[in-house]
């Protein structure tokens, strides 16, 4: 089966410029999350997506990110204005149901830098 | 909220040796499950082992399996007979039953030497 897709691959921007990024999710997957990881960290949680409803955007900086997912397939994450400490790689995953048994699916990510 | 420790920032071995990667948790829930991520250069992260919390038995996955201790709330993974495919960054995750979100901890990067 295909995984999961994300584009673009990098991304070089300069602080105050808009930015978004694009994951489409295993198909038949309910559940699509997005993850920010800062460099010498782990993943950090921004969004959970279950169908096109958010279940959880607790630690999205909402004064500047915001993410969708219409029809409940795509999904689409925006930065505007990007900051110096927005550079990170933003990865996708996405699971078939939420659970706290579901195994989640990971993109490749991509790999913000902010000049 | 829940919160993932992982001690070792960096480890390297020679090929064909055994290595072990610690993380410790904390949580007040009962019912969870603790998984090891596997983060090649590619980027993607790849799921290594997943222990249930109400399991006894520790995992195995070919190579890999874990030390699970839940009165100590640690959760080890050891790498028997490591290979080169094995260097990658490597991440202790938990998922409990309130949240439902994957809590990462901060990687032990993993080298292995020819």
């Known amino acids: 089966e295909a995984g999961v897709a994300q584009s673009p691959r990098y991304k070089i921007i300069e602080k105050r410029q808009s930015v978004a990024f694009w994951c489409n999710p295993i198909s038949g997957h309910a559940t699509l999350y997005w993850y920010q990881q800062i460099l010498g960290q782990g993943p950090k949680l921004l969004i959970q997506f279950q169908n096109n409803g958010v279940v959880d955007d607790s630690q999205l900086p909402k004064d500047r990110f915001s993410a969708e997912r219409l029809k409940g397939v795509d999904s689409t994450l925006k930065i505007q204005p990007a900051k110096l400490e927005d550079s990170a790689v933003y990865l996708c995953?996405?699971?078939?149901?939420?659970?706290?048994?579901?195994?989640?699916?990971f993109g490749s990510g991509t790999q913000l830098s902010v000049l | 909220a829940q919160t993932v420790t992982q001690s070792q920032p960096e480890m390297s071995v020679q090929e064909a040796e055994t290595v072990t990667l610690s993380c410790t948790y904390d949580t007040s829930e009962s019912n969870y499950y603790l998984f090891w991520y596997k983060q090649p250069p590619s980027r993607q992260m790849i799921l290594v082992i997943r222990?249930?919390?109400?399991?006894?038995q520790n995992a195995t996955e070919n190579r890999f399996s874990v030390n699970f201790q839940k009165a100590a709330k640690s959760f080890s993974l050891k790498i028997s007979d490591s290979q080169l495919g094995d260097t990658a960054m490597y991440f202790c995750?938990?998922?409990?039953?309130?949240?439902?979100?994957?809590?990462f901890g901060q990687g032990t990067r993993l080298t292995i030497n020819p």
């Open positions: 222990q249930e919390a109400y399991k006894q």
């Open positions: 995953a996405s699971s078939l149901l939420t659970g706290v048994s579901e195994k989640l699916f």
């Open positions: 995750a938990f998922k409990g039953q309130g949240a439902q979100k994957l809590v």
